[in-house]
């Protein structure tokens, strides 16, 4: 199973720059709530910006991380 830590460097990795905060919502490494806030996420609708941080695990979804939440943001679009 995933780690929280392990989501976090993965996401990071695909977005640099990013402040990404990953927490394991059951203990039981398969569900998730991921917040990210990149300046790569400017000018992105929602549904684009939470594509970009799907897609960095692909498959995966559904699978070993069988629910992830995802708030995403821009640095100035932050609260």
Known sequence: MPTS????DRIQAAL???DVAVEDLTGGGDHFRAEVVS????????IQQHKL???VF???IGGP???LSIKTSTPGGAQ
Do not use: C, M
Request: charged share 35%.
């Open 5 to 8: 830590s392990e989501l976090k």
């Open 16 to 18: 640099p720059g990013a």
């Open 39 to 46: 300046d790569r996420f400017d000018g992105l609708t929602r």
């Open 53 to 55: 941080v799907y897609d």
């Open 58 to 60: 692909g498959a995966e």
């Open 65 to 67: 991380i069988h629910a």
